[in-house]
Every structure is written in structure tokens, then in C-alpha cells.
């Protein structure tokens, strides 16, 4: 049973490259996350999705692109990756919300560096 | 704005002590408050969760207490091991709400000493 599946788990990117990271979720869940996780940061929101075909911005969008073509799949897209996009990602699913007994599951995240 | 705040930001116990993580949230709206953990090199993993109908939800060791009039709750964890050494992440969130969205606290790390 693989949940929330993320690739890359790592890479590093130069000023002004593009990237797409993606996240894979088996379990037929409506809702997808992208989130950025820096260090006495927390947890912020970047893009979220809650169906197939529909996006939204969330706390942090800019810099950001997303794409949720196939119900299964989120991918979240970096145009110019910029310094301040160093960062660990971690996308999650939920059924509907992350409430009662649907809570979001998140992947083990990608570590990205940029130089 | 911070929808949530977490404290402390680090924490140190000693093996068989109590760790306590207090959060604090404005938006008197919330109505679903969860615990994450999260493990070195792992994303993070429901722990434990409350709604505001309870004052206390248990679970082997540990626990969530929640005070509706302070607006704050926070997790008690019992006996702590030093497999309970992870980033625990205070959150909440609407129930209604068609976003489903969470709102974090920014983290603890906790260390237990064997």
C-alpha cells in the first residue's frame, strides 16, 4: 500500500531552472496538498485541489504552478526556481477534509536545494 | 497571521517524564483540532485529534486537553520514550468548511534522553 508516493526525493536546481515535482495518491481521495516545510516555519499551504480539473492557492502560491489533470495526480511546478524556494515539499490527500476520520496523508517529501 | 501558535519550539525530556506541547488558536470558528508527528526524513502522520464538544481525549499515553473559553489545547505525552523523539505539528481546522484546509502551528522538536 503506497498512500502518497513523491518524486523526486531529492534534487538541486540552479537560479532560473524549472521543475516539476510529483505526487501519486492511491487511495481515491478528492482532496490534494502541496505544502512547504522551512525550518521554525511550519507548515504552509502553497496549492491545493479539491477534484480533478480545479485548483486554488493557498498560503504561499507565488512562484508556484499546479496541475490536477488526473484525480490521482498533483504536480507542482517551479517556472524559475529562486533561492528562496530551498525548501522540503511535501504534498498530502485527503477524502474530503483533514477532519474526523479523514485525515491527510502526507508523502516523505522532496528535498530541494537551489543554488 | 498566524492561524495557530505553537510553544515551545524545542523541548527536552528525560526518559519517563511528561512532554507538553501548548498550541493557541483566535479563530473561534475552528471546530477540529489534530496532531501530527513527524519523524526525521518522514512527512507527517495523524497522532491524535479532538473537536471541542470534549475537554480531554486520551490515547495510550498520550493526551489532548482543551480549554474552548482559553482557546488553547495542548498535548500531554505520558512516560516518554525516546521513540516518541519527533516534530509534533498542532493544527486546526473548519469541519464544514468545503476546503477542508489546515491551519499548522510552526512545531515542536522534541528530544527524549534515554
Known amino acids: 500500500n503506497a498512500g502518497v508516493t513523491q518524486t523526486p526525493k531529492f534534487r538541486v536546481l540552479k537560479t532560473g531552472q524549472s521543475m516539476t515535482l510529483l505526487c501519486a495518491q492511491d487511495?481515491?481521495?478528492?482532496?490534494m496538498y502541496w505544502y512547504r516545510q522551512d525550518p521554525g516555519m511550519g507548515l504552509r499551504l502553497i496549492h491545493y485541489s479539491v477534484g480533478e480539473g480545479t485548483t486554488a492557492k493557498g498560503e504561499v502560491p507565488d512562484g508556484y504552478n499546479v496541475s490536477r489533470l488526473k484525480k490521482q495526480n498533483f504536480l507542482l511546478g517551479l517556472e524559475s526556481a529562486a533561492p528562496s524556494q530551498t525548501s522540503v515539499y511535501f504534498c498530502?490527500?485527503?477524502?474530503?477534509?483533514?477532519?474526523?476520520?479523514?485525515?491527510?496523508?502526507f508523502g516523505d517529501g522532496t528535498r530541494l536545494s537551489i543554488l | 497571521q498566524q492561524q495557530v501558535k505553537q510553544s515551545p519550539q524545542s523541548l527536552i525530556v528525560q526518559k519517563g517524564g511528561i512532554s507538553i506541547i501548548n498550541c493557541a488558536y483566535e479563530?473561534?470558528?475552528?471546530?477540529?483540532f489534530p496532531w501530527y508527528q513527524q519523524f526525521p526524513g518522514k512527512g507527517p502522520a495523524l497522532l491524535i485529534a479532538i473537536r471541542p464538544d470534549v475537554s480531554e481525549k486520551k490515547e495510550g499515553r498520550f493526551t489532548i486537553s482543551f480549554n474552548k473559553s482559553a482557546k488553547q489545547f495542548s498535548l500531554h505525552i505520558m512516560d516518554s520514550q525516546p521513540g516518541d523523539s519527533a516534530t509534533y505539528f498542532c493544527a486546526a481546522t473548519k469541519r464544514g468548511s468545503t476546503l477542508g484546509r489546515l491551519y499548522f502551528g510552526r512545531g515542536t522538536q522534541l528530544t527524549v534522553w534515554p
Open positions: 479563530n473561534t470558528a475552528f471546530d477540529y
Open positions: 487511495m481515491n481521495h478528492e482532496y
Open positions: 498530502a490527500s485527503s477524502y474530503r477534509g483533514g477532519y474526523s476520520n479523514q485525515p491527510q496523508h
